[in-house]
C-alpha cells in the first residue's frame, strides 16, 4: 500500500556519527541531491579536529546540518528538525539542539552497553524513557546494511562502513528524494568494484526500508523553491574562491601562483588549486608560513598574480611578509579563513576574531585593504575584487572568510564569464622617464618586470624616497610615504558602489555587520521586520577602507547594533571612526549565530530604554 | 580565452657587457676594509663572462651587511626581510625560470633566522646562486656573536664568551642534499671568481660559502686563511680529480686511517696512491671534506659537490606543461561542473 506523503515547507536534518562515519559524505550527498531537486538550502559541516578520535566517543562526533526549503533559506536552521545519530555519543552530543518533539533517527545496533558507556550515558537512552518528547525511529542499520552486502563476502569492516548510504537511503525515501545522483557519485567515487556494489546495495537496501517497514507511516514532500530561473551547481566558500581566482587570472591575462601551507580550514584551497595545473596554476606547498607568502611576494615581483592562503594562527606569522608586500607595492592577495583562536584555538571551528589582527596586527603604520567574503557563493566575487584592487592599486590584500562558509556549501547561479568585467593590467617598459615609485591617478606605481631592458631597479622593506625609490631616513620623507601608504588605501573607496540597506533604510535600528553571519542577520532582520519592528540591515565588505557613504547611513538610525563572533572588534573600528554609539553583540563559540540569536537580540536593543 | 598580457623584449647584447654596467650609481655603505667589498668587485667581474642580458638578473638578499648587496648591482634587485631571501627568490624563479636569481645572504640571516628556508630551498635544488657570507659575527647588529661563531666567542651578547657549538655552512649545506657546493674567501680574487663561475653555469641551487673579513667586530677570523705566511699550510685548495694536498710545496695530504677517519700525512712517508683523490661528484668524498676542521686539518676551499639533479622550476614547468598535453578546460567549464537549470 502507498504510504501517505505530507507537504512541507521547511526541513533541517542533521546527520551525527563518528568522525570515521562518512557524516560528511552522507551530508554532502543528501545536499546535491536536495539542490537537484530545486530546494533552495544552506548546509553546516561541523567536525572535529581530529581525524578519528576513538570509536564512540564524544571528542569523535562529526556531524552535517543542512536546512532545505521551498522558500529562500539564509542560514542551516537554529534547531534542527531531525536528528540521524549513528551511536549514543552522536546522540548525547546533539540532542539538546533538537527541537521539541522531532523525529530521532538511530541506529540501534550502535546502542549498545560498551558504546552507551563510553558516551557517558549511566543507562540506555533508548531504554530509561529520556528521549519520550522526541519521536523516535530506532532501525538496526548495522544489522541491515550487513545482510544487504551480505553476498559480496566483504571483509566485516569494509562492510559496516556501509551504513552511512543505508541512512542516506533511508532519509531520502522519507523526502522523496531521487537516489540517482548518488547512485551516480558511487559509481564514479568507488574505484574497488566490489566497495562500489556494496556501497549502491545499502543505499538501495536503506531506500527499500523506508518504504516498506511500518516504522514510518508516511514520507514528506518540499515542493521546489521559487529560485529565478539559469543554471545553478552547489558550491562551498573554498570551492568558489578557488574558482574565483582561476577567473581572475583569465580576466587579467596573469599567471596564478600559490604560496601556501597546509591550514585547517584553508588547505582545500590549496588542494583545488593544484589541480589546476592544465589551466597554467603554479601552486608551491612551502616549508613554512612565511616562505609561502614570501614566495608569493617573490611571484608577484616577477609578473603573476599572487596569492598566499592561511589562516589565524598562519597570518600571525606572516606578519611581517605582509608589511613588505605594503612596501614593495606589490599585488598580493593573502587569504585569511579564519577559525577560533587565540593560538590553535578550535581550527575546524568558526570565528571572524582576526579583523583587528589583518588591520593592525603589523609594525609601523602598514595599512591593507581587508575584505570580507559574506556566503559561500560570495567568496567567488570577493576573490575577484581583492584581486582587482590589488592589480589595479598595486597593493597586498587581505580577503576574509572562515570555516563556516569555507566548508558550507549553497546552490549557486553560475557565472557567466564572458560577461564579467576583465582586470585590466599594464606592465611598464617605457625606459624614458621610468621611476620605481612613481604615481598614477590610484596613487599605484608602475608594475615593471625583471627582465626588462632599461629598467633595472632596487626595491625593498628599508624606506624610500617618494618616486625614485632610493634609500631615505628623511624625517619629513617618511611623514609623507606614511600619510601616502594611508591614502593609497583610501583611495579604494572612491571606487566602490553605493551601499545597500536591506529593509528600513533609516529608522530604530541598522543591524550591521561582515562576513559570515550574513544569512542569520539576514532572516533575523526579515523576521523583525514581519513582527513590525523598525530595522534595517547593512552587511559591509570592504572593511578597509570603510564605504564613502557609511558614515551618513550610521547617523540615519537611532541605534545600531553589530553581531559579530568575537568579542566585538569591528563595533570598535566604527565606534572610533564614525563617534556613533554602536553596540556590540558579540558570540564566540566556535559555532555560527542563530537567526533567533539575532531577533532576540534586535528586540532587546529595541526594548533598551 | 586568457589575454596575453606579458610583454616581449629585445634583450640587451651580453657581448657588449662590461663590468661598469653592473656597478649603480648609489654610494657603497659598507664599513672601510670590509671584506664585502671584494666579494661584490668579484661579482661584478664576473656577470660579464657569463652571456646573459643585464636585465634579467635578479639579486635577492635577506637582512644584514651582505643584503645591503642589490643596492650596489645594476640589476633588477629584492632587498627582502630577515632569513627570507631563498622564499621570495623561490617565487621569482618557480614562475620565471627565464631569470637568473642570484641569493645574497650571510650566516645569520641563512643559518639563524632563515635556517628553515636555507635547507628547503637546497633540497628543492632551485635554480639559484646562493652566496653566504660568513662573518662569523652579527655585524648589522653591532657585534653578537653568530651561529658559525666559534664555542667561547666573547662577544656584546656573551660577555663570558658562547657556549653554543657552531653549525659549518657547508655541512648543512651538504645534509639538505645541495647539488653544488662550494668554499672560496673574499680576498682569494681569482679563486672566488672561478667558483662564482662554476656556480653561474650550474644548474640548481648553487651554494657558495665566502669567508669574509668583518674587520670591526671579528677581524682577523681568517687570517690564517688569508695570509700569505700561513695560507699554505691551512688551506687546502680542492681540485676535481687531483689527491689532495697542502702545505708551501704540497708536501702534506690527507689520507684515510682506521675507522675511515681522515688524518695529515706527509706525502714522503706515503705512497702516492694512499693520498685521498677529490671527487666532486661523490656525496662521501664531499662530507668528509665538510668536516675537516681547524686547528686538527686544513680549511678546504673549492667546489666541495657538483652534481646534477633536475631543478625545482624545471620540474614545475614539465608538470604544467604535461598537465596541459592531458587536458584542456576552460574556467567557464570547470564553474559549470555539476550544474543543472532552474526554469
Redesign the interface.
Known amino acids: 500500500m502507498q504510504k501517505a506523503v505530507e507537504t512541507v515547507q521547511t526541513v533541517a536534518i542533521r546527520f551525527a556519527g563518528d568522525s570515521g562515519d562518512g557524516m560528511q559524505v552522507t551530508g554532502t550527498q543528501f545536499s546535491d541531491t536536495t539542490a537537484l531537486a530545486g530546494n533552495d538550502l544552506a548546509t553546516f559541516p561541523d567536525f572535529p579536529a581530529e581525524i578519528r578520535a576513538p570509536a564512540g566517543s564524544l571528542a569523535g562526533v562529526s556531524g552535517f546540518q543542512i536546512k532545505f526549503s521551498s522558500e529562500e533559506v539564509f542560514t542551516p536552521g537554529d534547531a534542527p528538525d531531525v536528528l540521524v545519530a549513528m551511536n549514543p555519543a552522536a546522540l548525547l552530543a546533539n540532542l539538546h539542539d533538537l527541537k521539541a518533539g522531532g523525529m530521532l533517527i538511530l541506529n540501534s545496533e550502535a546502542f549498545n552497553a560498551k558504546n552507551i558507556e563510553r558516551a557517558g550515558y549511566a543507562t540506555s537512552p533508548l531504554a530509561d524513557g529520556s528521549l519520550s518528547g522526541f519521536k523516535v525511529y530506532s532501525a538496526d542499520i548495522t544489522g541491515m546494511t550487513l545482510r544487504a552486502v551480505e553476498e559480496l563476502k566483504l571483509n566485516q569492516r569494509f562492510a559496516v562502513r556501509c551504513k552511512n548510504f543505508f541512512a542516506l537511503g533511508m532519509v531520502y525515501w522519507l523526502y522523496n528524494r531521487d537516489t540517482a545522483h548518488t547512485v551516480k557519485w558511487i559509481e564514479e567515487k568507488f574505484r574497488d568494484p566490489q566497495l562500489r556494489e556494496a556501497n549502491l546495495r545499502a543505499l538501495k537496501a536503506g531506500y527499500a526500508f523506508g518504504e516498506t517497514t511500518e516504522l514510518f507511516d508516511h514520507s514528506y514532500e518540499i515542493k521546489q523553491a521559487k529560485i529565478k530561473p539559469g543554471r545553478y551547481r552547489n558550491i562551498s566558500g573554498n570551492e568558489a574562491i578557488s574558482l574565483g581566482f582561476l577567473a581572475a587570472s583569465e580576466l587579467s591575462g596573469l599567471n596564478l601562483f600559490l604560496g601556501s601551507y597546509p591550514i585547517t580550514p584553508a588547505s582545500d584551497i590549496l588542494h583545488n588549486l593544484a589541480r589546476y595545473k592544465h589551466l597554467g596554476v603554479r601552486t608551491f606547498q612551502a616549508e613554512d608560513e612565511i616562505a609561502a607568502i614570501c614566495s608569493a611576494i617573490g611571484a608577484a615581483y616577477a609578473g603573476s598574480l599572487a596569492l598566499t592562503t592561511t589562516s589565524g594562527p598562519g597570518l600571525a606569522l606572516k606578519s611581517e611578509g605582509m608589511g613588505l608586500a605594503l612596501m614593495l607595492e606589490l599585488p598580493l592577495v593573502i587569504v585569511d579563513v579564519q577559525r577560533a583562536g587565540p593560538s590553535t584555538g578550535m581550527p575546524t571551528k568558526t570565528e571572524q576574531s582576526d579583523l583587528l589582527q589583518v588591520m593592525y596586527g603589523r609594525n609601523g603604520e602598514a595599512p591593507i585593504p581587508v575584505i570580507a567574503a559574506s556566503t559561500p557563493g560570495d567568496c567567488f566575487y570577493a576573490a575577484i575584487e581583492a584581486c582587482r584592487v590589488a592589480v589595479m592599486h598595486m597593493t597586498p590584500v587581505v580577503l576574509l572568510s572562515n570555516g563556516y562558509i569555507a566548508n558550507g556549501a549553497e546552490p549557486w547561479p553560475i557565472p557567466d564569464m564572458s560577461k564579467l568585467p576583465r582586470i585590466p593590467v599594464s606592465f611598464r617598459t617605457e625606459r624614458e622617464g621610468y621611476q620605481p615609485y612613481s604615481r598614477d591617478e590610484r596613487l599605484a606605481r608602475p608594475w615593471a618586470l625583471p627582465g626588462t631592458p632599461g629598467l633595472e631597479h632596487r626595491i625593498g622593506g628599508i624606506e624610500k624616497q617618494h618616486l625614485t625609490g632610493n634609500i631615505s631616513y628623511d624625517p619629513a620623507n617618511h611623514e609623507f610615504m606614511s600619510k601616502l601608504r594611508h591614502e593609497r588605501v583610501q583611495k579604494i573607496a572612491d571606487e566602490l558602489p553605493p551601499l545597500e540597506v536591506h529593509g528600513d533604510p533609516s529608522g530604530e535600528l541598522l543591524v550591521l555587520g561582515w562576513g559570515d553571519t550574513f544569512g542569520a542577520i539576514r532572516a533575523g532582520v526579515e523576521t523583525a521586520r514581519q513582527q513590525g519592528h523598525s530595522v534595517g540591515h547593512l552587511h559591509l565588505r570592504w572593511l578597509n577602507p570603510f564605504p564613502n557613504d557609511l558614515g551618513d547611513i550610521l547617523k540615519r538610525y537611532k541605534r545600531v547594533l553589530v553581531p559579530e563572533l568575537n568579542l566585538g572588534q569591528l563595533v570598535k573600528m566604527i565606534r572610533a571612526r564614525y563617534l556613533v554609539d554602536a553596540r556590540s553583540f558579540p558570540k564566540i563559540q566556535g559555532q555560527p549565530f542563530k537567526e533567533s540569536e539575532i531577533v532576540l537580540a534586535i528586540k532587546q536593543q529595541l526594548e533598551a530604554n | ?7 616581449q ?4 647584447d651580453p657581448s657588449t657587457q662590461q663590468r661598469k654596467d653592473f656597478v ?1 650609481d ?1 654610494d657603497v655603505r659598507w664599513c672601510p676594509g670590509c671584506g664585502d667589498y671584494s666579494v661584490l668587485a668579484q661579482v661584478q667581474r664576473v656577470m660579464p663572462s657569463l652571456g646573459i ?6 639579486f ?1 638578499s635577506g637582512i644584514g651587511c651582505s643584503s645591503r648587496f ?2 650596489y ?9 630577515h632569513g ?1 631571501a ?11 625560470p ?2 637568473q636569481v642570484w641569493v645574497i645572504t650571510g650566516d645569520g640571516d641563512a643559518l639563524s633566522i632563515g635556517g ?2 636555507f635547507i ?1 630551498v637546497l633540497r628543492r635544488n632551485v635554480d639559484l646562486k646562493l652566496l653566504l657570507f660568513n662573518n662569523q659575527i652579527y655585524g648589522l647588529t653591532k657585534g653578537q656573536y653568530s651561529p658559525t661563531s666559534p664555542v667561547g666567542k666573547k662577544a656584546k651578547s656573551t660577555p663570558l664568551g658562547s657556549i653554543d657549538y657552531p653549525l659549518d655552512p657547508v655541512s648543512v649545506a651538504l645534509g639538505a642534499n645541495a647539488t653544488f657546493v662550494a668554499r672560496s674567501l673574499d680576498v682569494a680574487a681569482n679563486h672566488l671568481q672561478g667558483v662564482l663561475k662554476r656556480a653561474a653555469e650550474h644548474k640548481g641551487t648553487a651554494f657558495v660559502e665566502i669567508y669574509q673579513n668583518c674587520n670591526i667586530f671579528n677581524d682577523g677570523a681568517f687570517d690564517l686563511l688569508t695570509d700569505k705566511e700561513t695560507k699554505s699550510t691551512h688551506v687546502l685548495e680542492l681540485q676535481h680529480g687531483k689527491p689532495m694536498r697542502f702545505g708551501k710545496d704540497l708536501e702534506r695530504g690527507i689520507a684515510l686511517g682506521p675507522g675511515m677517519r681522515p688524518r695529515v700525512v706527509e706525502c714522503a712517508t706515503v705512497t702516492e696512491d694512499e693520498l685521498l683523490v677529490h671527487d666532486e661528484t661523490s656525496e662521501v668524498c664531499a662530507l668528509l671534506l665538510s668536516r675537516l676542521q681547524a686547528p686538527e686539518f686544513p680549511t678546504p676551499i673549492g667546489v666541495f659537490r657538483a652534481v646534477t639533479r633536475p631543478s625545482y622550476d624545471t620540474l ?1 614547468e614539465e ?2 606543461e604535461q ?2 598535453s ?7 567549464q ?10
Do not use: C
Open positions: 580565452m586568457k589575454l596575453n598580457v606579458y610583454p623584449f629585445e634583450h640587451t649603480t648609489q642580458p643585464r636585465e634579467k638578473y635578479v635577492v642589490p643596492y648591482m645594476e640589476t633588477y634587485g629584492v632587498h627582502s626581510i627570507r631563498p622564499a621570495v627568490a623561490t617565487g621569482i624563479k618557480a614562475t620565471r627565464d631569470l628553515n628556508h628547503h614545475m608538470q604544467l598537465a596541459r592531458f587536458k584542456t578546460q576552460s574556467v567557464q570547470l564553474l559549470d561542473e555539476g550544474q543543472w537549470t532552474v526554469g
